[in-house]
């Protein structure tokens, strides 16, 4: 059974940084691509952050890069979301998400698979 829980969420001041994880099962890290996503209130969920399976192919919302960095730690079976200077319009509901393959997409309806998230807000 796949199942994807994430961690590392909570408060943070502006200018902050947040490490976000996602740690799977069920499948290997090297077999299916993981994205991040996330959900502001009263906004439509997006992708940030993509990481294929096979080479490790990295991709971000134009947006986001710069501030925020995707890794993983295969023997691990996690996914990291490394979030820096953290603005409040980032505040919002973060998941991981796989599409059940090795190919990145940013479109949430692709997805198959999900965690069921973790809140970040970012407020003084």
Same mark, same amino acid.
Not at 7 to 12: A, C, D, F, V
Not at 63 to 77: P, Q
Not at 79 to 85: E, F, G, P, R
């Given at each position: 059974?796949?199942?994807?829980?994430?961690?590392?969420? $909570?408060? +943070?001041?502006? @200018?902050? =940084?947040?490490?976000? &994880?996602?740690?799977? %099962?069920?499948?290997? !890290? *090297?077999?299916?691509?993981?994205?991040?996503?996330?959900?502001?209130? $009263?906004? +439509?969920?997006? @992708?940030? =952050?993509?990481?294929? &399976?096979?080479?490790? %192919?990295?991709?971000? !919302? *134009?947006?986001?890069?710069?501030?925020?960095?995707?890794?993983?730690?295969?023997?691990?079976?996690?996914?990291?979301?490394?979030?820096?200077?953290?603005?409040?319009?980032?505040?919002?509901?973060?998941?991981?998400?796989?599409?059940?393959?090795?190919?990145?997409?940013?479109?949430?309806?692709?997805?198959?698979?999900?965690?069921?998230?973790?809140?970040?807000?970012?407020?003084?």
């Amino acid at each position: 059974q796949l199942r994807l829980v994430e961690s590392g969420g $909570g408060l +943070e001041q502006p @200018g902050g =940084s947040l490490r976000l &994880s996602c740690v799977v %099962s069920g499948f290997f !890290l *090297d077999y299916y691509a993981i994205g991040w996503f996330r959900q502001a209130p $009263g906004k +439509e969920r997006e @992708g940030l =952050s993509c990481i294929s &399976s096979s080479d490790g %192919s990295i991709y971000y !919302l *134009d947006s986001m890069k710069g501030r925020f960095t995707i890794d993983r730690d295969i023997a691990m079976n996690t996914v990291y979301l490394q979030m820096n200077a953290l603005k409040p319009e980032d505040t919002a509901v973060y998941y991981c998400a796989t599409a059940a393959h090795g190919y990145c997409s940013g479109q949430p309806s692709y997805m198959t698979y999900w965690g069921k998230g973790t809140l970040v807000t970012v407020s003084s």
